[in-house]
Nanobody, 124 residues
Framework: QVQLVESGGGLVQAGGSLRLSCAAS????????MGWFRQAPGKEREFVAT????????YVPDSVKGRFTISRDNAKNTVYLQMNSLRPEDTAVYYC?????????????????WGQGTQVTVSS
């Protein structure tokens, strides 16, 4: 049974940092791109970051560029999202996802497996 389990969310003050982890089990995802998305109450799901299977290619949107970094450790079957300089508008549930292929994507429909999400709340 494939599972993606996120951890590391919580409450942080504006300007603070959090590191999210996504541990995969049930199969290796070392050849799959991985991604992070988020969804705030009343808003659509938003792309946050993606990384290729090898880890050599990453993409983040302008809204988090320079603040968020995605990385992966294929030996641990784990992907990370380092979030610095957090803002109240970053408050959302953050989801990890594994893509169908090794190609990183901003599109949610490129992802086959999703975690349950972890709440990130940034206070002002």
């Amino acid at each position: 049974q494939v599972q993606l389990v996120e951890s590391g969310g919580g409450l942080v003050q504006a300007g603070g940092s959090l590191r999210l982890s996504c541990a995969a089990s049930g199969r290796s995802f070392s050849t799959n791109a991985m991604g992070w998305f988020r969804q705030a109450p009343g808003k659509e799901r938003e792309f946050v970051a993606t990384i290729s299977g090898s880890g050599s290619t990453t993409y983040v949107p302008d809204s988090v560029k320079g603040r968020f970094t995605i990385s992966r450790d294929n030996a641990k079957n784990t992907v990370y999202l380092q979030m610095n300089s957090l803002r109240p508008e970053d408050t959302a549930v953050y989801y990890c996802a594994a893509a169908y292929t090794r190609v990183p994507s901003r599109q949610g429909d490129a992802y086959a497996y999703w975690g349950q999400g972890t709440q990130v709340t940034v206070s002002s």
